[in-house]
């Protein structure tokens, strides 16, 4: 219904996409900012224009194209938004394959993951729960998990960047638990470190301490000597500095398509249930009908966790859901397709290049002219309220909470790889004005944007 009135709103908004001789050159803040961090104009991309649209005030290489990082994830949101709509839910169907007699389930549970991004222990909690309350003591057969909606090909975690503890390259799974993470929390007492993890995983023995050291704190993850050989016995030989207090280390499971099995054994056994067989894979079998579903937080929701906090996984789920939900199987071959024809239809023109919607990527490129053809036409849409604020607030929030310049003036989409850096999104100018902005940088002193960022959004923020 709404397609049509974007559409016609498409071929106004952006007239200056093709007509930029009139905008400014970089301001003079923006040029001394460049040179003092050292980049030189031709790695850098900007964009300042009116957010409900017209001429741009600032134009520099804006038809260049550039890796975005994780800025990418503004066309993945909005897309998931347009297509799925802000009060989409993501459902988790449980089967009971067996009568319940006397509080014990006569044959398998069965848990079939649909893409929920954000399935945490405290709702795989809620979810067991309710299996409970339908008079679920014991189950006499497996817990069975099926992963089916979703066709992507394993991947080792450290493929990237060599980084496979890091939370931020955990693969995407339909039966995506608690983002495959674990927190280990070391508190020095008595003489030693004690370790404490969460969530509890069925089968896995941490150390319950590790001995302290003198010393200043500095690098205290080093020193531990962090043994993850074997998945299910976990070793610190190493030593904690006492002089770090406590601390907490968020690490992604070394047993990634194990966690799922592991989180919820032990969450079902914590809950006082009985589990007689195994948690295992497996299919929905034919003809069942659920018992029940677990709905997930809605979408508007969800998108604030991916942009506020730049989630990759959580980007990775919602950008898969686009295909399962069109072609009925979740592929990333199919999500390309899916969002290039969303973009054809909303914008035409060239398409960005997409690789699995997170940006956690080298492949992915877009122009800042086609970042603020998104930008503006997320402005004038009724979907604005939600995609606006789900991006960090600067000086406030998510991954701009630490900036001590601009606080409040700006809601933007920051972007970080190795050589890569940049923001997208908002700035609110005098008198309710506002525009949208983009800075991104490729360069090896990419981080070095931030600071020519600010003076840009500075600029912005004065513009009458």
């Given at each position: ?18 007509a930029t001789a009139s905008a400014q050159g970089l301001p003079a803040e923006v040029e001394n900012a460049l040179a003092e961090a050292g980049l030189p104009r031709d790695a850098v991309v900007m964009l300042v224009a009116p957010a409900e649209g017209g001429p741009a005030r600032v134009a520099h290489r804006v038809d260049v194209r550039v890796n975005p990082a994780s800025i990418t994830k503004l066309a993945t949101t909005l897309a998931g938004l347009e297509l ?238 686009l295909s399962l939900q069109q072609r009925s199987s979740g592929t990333l071959e199919g999500s390309r397709d899916v969002l290039a024809a969303w973009w054809r239809d909303r914008f035409g023109g060239e398409v960005p290049v997409t690789d699995n919607g997170s940006g956690l990527s080298r492949t992915e490129s877009v122009t800042a002219g086609q970042l603020g053809q998104l930008l503006q036409a997320a402005w004038v849409s009724p979907l604005m309220p939600d ?78």
């Amino acid at each position: 219904m709404a397609r049509m009135k974007y559409r016609t709103l498409a071929c106004c908004l952006f007239a200056w996409a093709g007509a930029t001789a009139s905008a400014q050159g970089l301001p003079a803040e923006v040029e001394n900012a460049l040179a003092e961090a050292g980049l030189p104009r031709d790695a850098v991309v900007m964009l300042v224009a009116p957010a409900e649209g017209g001429p741009a005030r600032v134009a520099h290489r804006v038809d260049v194209r550039v890796n975005p990082a994780s800025i990418t994830k503004l066309a993945t949101t909005l897309a998931g938004l347009e297509l799925l709509g802000p009060t989409y839910t993501w459902s988790t169907p449980v089967y009971f394959d067996g009568p319940v007699r006397d509080g014990v389930l006569q044959g398998n549970l069965v848990i079939k993951g649909q893409g929920d991004p954000k399935l945490v222990i405290e709702r795989l909690w809620l979810l067991l729960k309710r299996v409970q309350a339908m008079g679920v003591r014991s189950i006499a057969g497996d817990i069975v998990l099926d992963r089916t909606a979703f066709a992507v090909p394993a991947r080792d975690p450290g493929a990237f960047d060599g980084e496979p503890l890091r939370p931020y390259n955990a693969s995407p799974d339909a039966l995506l638990v608690n983002f495959k993470a674990v927190t280990v929390t070391f508190t020095p007492q008595d003489g030693q470190a004690r370790v404490r993890t969460e969530p509890a995983l069925g089968g896995v023995q941490w150390p319950a301490s590790v001995p302290l050291a003198s010393g200043a704190c500095g690098d205290w993850i080093t020193p531990l000597q962090a043994d993850f050989r074997n998945p299910a016995r976990v070793r610190f030989p190493g030593t904690f500095p006492a002089a770090c207090g406590e601390r907490t280390w968020q690490i992604a499971f070394p047993d990634p398509a194990g966690y799922a099995a592991r989180a919820i054994a032990a969450t079902w056994r914590d809950i006082g249930g009985e589990l007689r067989g195994q948690v295992r894979d497996g299919p929905v079998p034919a003809g069942a009908r659920p018992a029940f579903e677990f709905a997930s937080p809605s979408l508007a929701e969800v998108i604030r966790d991916i942009n506020k906090f730049s989630n990759n996984v959580m980007a990775q789920q919602l950008f898969l859901t686009l295909s399962l939900q069109q072609r009925s199987s979740g592929t990333l071959e199919g999500s390309r397709d899916v969002l290039a024809a969303w973009w054809r239809d909303r914008f035409g023109g060239e398409v960005p290049v997409t690789d699995n919607g997170s940006g956690l990527s080298r492949t992915e490129s877009v122009t800042a002219g086609q970042l603020g053809q998104l930008l503006q036409a997320a402005w004038v849409s009724p979907l604005m309220p939600d995609f606006v604020a789900s991006l960090p607030a600067l000086g406030l929030d998510g991954t701009l909470r630490r900036s001590r310049q601009n606080i409040g003036l700006a809601h933007l989409k920051t972007g970080s790889l190795v050589d890569v850096a940049g923001v997208a999104g908002y700035v609110h100018g005098p008198q309710g004005r506002r525009y949208v902005l983009v800075a991104i940088a490729n360069h090896p002193r990419a981080s070095a944007v931030r600071g020519v960022a600010q003076a840009l959004v500075q600029w912005a923020a004065r513009q009458p």
